[in-house]
């Protein structure tokens, strides 16, 4: 256990609803990585906070994502107006101090 | 093109035996890299970090290396065991913040 925590575990929506996934790292965690994972590859990068600024997005993030880190704290990305292709494993990991990166459980979404 | 490789096919090993994976990259000077494991339905978990200057990296059984000449890095398990079957996967943090970029990963399957 990572201390890393996602929610929810599992998310099956239509094409067209908007979805919104929640990250609780650990408090030692200024760093907030939000990485998306399809079945076969490796993870990739979506995007990252240092504590509540986000400073890099992916191309990967399309104007339809969205992410948050109020307060430094727990993190959240929404999905609006989701297709089938965004269906994959989002990944939310913590930062710790010596380059090591914690990842969470993971959400897995389906797009039906 | 930028590009991290692992083989794609599955490592099959008897228990007992050292388990040696690669990843090889192309067009990336990393300040590290880094090997984790990763269970289906699961978050990768991080095992080793190895930095541009070190050769090699041990942990219990596990032995990386690095040759940033041959752009290379070799993965080792020791004294395999059926619990250590799993996907494999290397990262590089390319850009010093943290934001690493995946192989696809490499299936370890030991057999008793």
């Known amino acids: 256990d990572t201390g890393v925590s996602q929610d929810p575990r599992h998310k099956i929506t239509k094409r067209g609803q908007n979805v919104t996934f929640r990250c609780d790292p650990i408090?030692?965690?200024?760093?907030l990585y939000w990485y998306r994972q399809t079945l076969g590859q490796g993870p990739e990068f979506l995007t990252y906070?240092?504590?509540?600024?986000?400073?890099?997005k992916s191309r990967l993030l399309s104007d339809r994502f969205s992410a948050e880190r109020p307060k430094g704290s727990f993190s959240t990305l929404e999905i609006q107006r989701t297709e089938q292709g965004d269906s994959a494993m989002y990944l939310c990991?913590?930062?710790?101090?010596?380059?090591?990166?914690?990842f969470g459980p993971g959400t897995r979404l389906t797009v039906l | 093109s930028q590009k991290i490789e692992q083989n794609s096919e599955a490592l099959n090993i008897q228990e007992g035996k050292t388990a040696t994976l690669t990843c090889n990259y192309t067009?990336?000077?990393?300040?590290?890299l880094q090997w984790y494991r990763q269970d289906p339905g699961r978050g990768p978990v991080f095992l080793l970090l190895?930095?541009?200057?070190?050769k090699e990296k041990r942990k219990e059984r596990l032995k990386v290396t690095f040759d940033t000449t041959l752009k290379q890095s070799l993965f080792h398990i020791t004294a395999s065991q059926p619990a250590d079957s799993a996907t494999y996967l290397c990262?590089?943090?390319?850009?010093?913040?943290?934001?690493?970029?995946f192989g696809t990963g490499t299936r370890l399957l030991v057999s008793p």
């Open positions: 067009n990336y000077s990393p300040a590290y």
């Open positions: 906070f240092q504590n509540e600024a986000q400073l890099e």
């Open positions: 408090s030692e965690h200024n760093r």
């Open positions: 190895i930095r541009e200057n070190e």
């Open positions: 990262a590089l943090d390319i850009e010093g913040f943290q934001k690493l970029v």
């Open positions: 990991v913590g930062g710790g101090s010596y380059n090591e990166q914690f």
